[in-house]
């Protein structure tokens, strides 16, 4: 049975700052996703990795996969205020989507 | 297009009550999930269905029912509500199976209170 650890579950951080978020795997999956969420609002998907090294990147989120440490990081690049949310990252396996307990991620000015 | 739409929004209910979310799509999606979220546990999948008139159990399936009658629509019933049942539930939609890198749709929620 699959299951996913983020790590840490609530991030304080300063603007222009950078940090990683850390996600494990138990086993095998054959997709790791990234979200998004603000507070009272739906998952917004922010980013897809489906092979080992890939790396995709948008604004100041850059995502990576190793499948061999089983092991996914979310990178913040100088953070900004609007990136203020709860990140989860989820891993696929067949027909289902596991999913991490969530980053509470809160940019301080 | 709509994409992902759940009703209702808001329900509060007491305990032993029955109701129906309901969650229609128009993305002509095979997969369709139904995921609740507590604090602290991210989203834990009840039950999901890869195409008309197919279910199948998640993580936690008990004390919930669900039908795919119509590809477009997915229903979860609670036959009789539990304060245990209270979260908010999302409803996704995904094209082909989530291992195959199918992306998933959510809907915005349906916040459930259960006195």
Not at chain 1, 11 to 28: A, D, P, R, V, W
Not at chain 1, 78 to 93: E, I
Request: hydrophobic share 35%.
């Amino acid at each position: 049975e699959l299951k996913v650890e983020q790590n840490p579950l609530f991030l304080s951080m300063q603007e222009g700052k950078n940090y990683t978020i850390y996600c494990n795997y138990s086993t095998t999956s054959d997709r790791l996703y990234w979200y998004r969420q603000d507070p009272g609002k739906s998952l917004e998907s922010l980013f897809v990795l489906l092979s080992n090294g890939a790396v995709k990147q948008e604004g100041r989120l850059m995502a990576s996969l190793d499948t061999k440490a089983r092991l996914s990081t979310l990178h913040i690049t100088a953070a900004v205020h609007d990136l203020s949310a709860t990140y989860f990252c989820a891993g696929g396996y067949g027909n289902k989507l596991v999913f991490g307990a969530g980053t509470i991620l809160r940019v301080k000015s | 297009n709509a994409g992902v739409t759940q009703t209702p929004k808001f329900r509060v209910l007491k305990t032993g009550q029955s109701m129906t979310l309901l969650c229609a799509q128009d993305m002509n999606h095979e997969y369709m999930y139904w995921y609740r979220q507590d604090p602290g546990m991210g989203l834990r999948l009840i039950h999901y269905s890869v195409g008309e008139g197919t279910t199948a159990k998640g993580e936690v399936p008990d004390g919930y029912n669900v039908s795919r009658l119509k590809k477009q629509n997915f229903l979860l019933g609670l036959e009789s509500a539990a304060p245990s049942q209270t979260s908010v539930y999302f409803c996704a939609s995904s094209y082909s199976r989530v291992g195959a890198g199918g992306e998933l749709f959510f809907g915005e929620g349906s916040r459930l209170t259960v006195l």
